[in-house]
Every structure is written in structure tokens, then in C-alpha cells.
């Protein structure tokens, strides 16, 4: 088992800045990835960017160049810098943990608005 609390959050202008932070505990040091999704009412849930215990990462093509997923090591927190912030970012937020054999697990989600 493994649980995720989300944090950070909020409502922010367009243009605007906002981190987000993902801490995990339970069983974690057989996690294979973490990542964000988010998922803008009526839309289906959709990666926004992940990163492996290799350190490596991909992005969903709407936010590369805007937005930054982070990591120190398998124990700390995931980050999700999101710079230049659109109203189409607007969504629930949610982290998750996959194992290699595909096992997810999710966080509660965090809402971000994107609103003047």
C-alpha cells in the first residue's frame, strides 16, 4: 500500500506560478514511477508529466517547456513546477505511484485554477 498526499494548490492568474508536492509513505522503494495527471471537468484524466526511479522524465506536449517534474531521491517529495500558467490548465491535479507490474496508486488531488 501507498499513500500520497498532495499539496500546493490554488487559484493563480494567467502568467502566474504554482508548485505542487506529492509525499508518499507506506511501501515505496519498489515504485517504478511517479507522476501528475489532471483531469478539467468533463475531460478524461490525462498525463501531464512523470519521472522514473532512473530519473527520467516525460511531459505531456501542452506543458513541455512550461512545466517541471522533480525529485531528489526515492524518499522525497515529487514536484510539479508549473510556470506560465494558462486557464486551460485549469484542473484537479493528482499524483500517482505505478509499480512495475502496472499497480497504481492515487492521490486525493489538489485543485488548480488559472483564472483573472
Known amino acids: 500500500q501507498v499513500q500520497l498526499v498532495e499539496s500546493g494548490g490554488g487559484l493563480v492568474q494567467p502568467g502566474g506560478s504554482l508548485r505542487l508536492s506529492c509525499t508518499a509513505s507506506?511501501?515505496?522503494?519498489?515504485?517504478?514511477?511517479m507522476g501528475w495527471y489532471r483531469q478539467a471537468p468533463g475531460k478524461q484524466r490525462e498525463l501531464v508529466a512523470r519521472?522514473?526511479?532512473?530519473?527520467?522524465?516525460n511531459y505531456a506536449d501542452s506543458v513541455k517547456g512550461r512545466f517541471t517534474i522533480s525529485r531528489d531521491n526515492a524518499r522525497s517529495p515529487v514536484y510539479l513546477r508549473m510556470n506560465r500558467l494558462r486557464p486551460e490548465d485549469t484542473a484537479v491535479y493528482y499524483c500517482?505511484?505505478?509499480?512495475?507490474?502496472?499497480?497504481?496508486?492515487w492521490g486525493q488531488g489538489t485543485q488548480v485554477t488559472v483564472s483573472s
Open positions: 507506506g511501501s515505496i522503494f519498489n515504485i517504478y514511477a
Open positions: 519521472i522514473t526511479s532512473a530519473g527520467n522524465t
Open positions: 500517482n505511484s505505478r509499480f512495475a507490474n502496472g499497480v497504481d496508486y
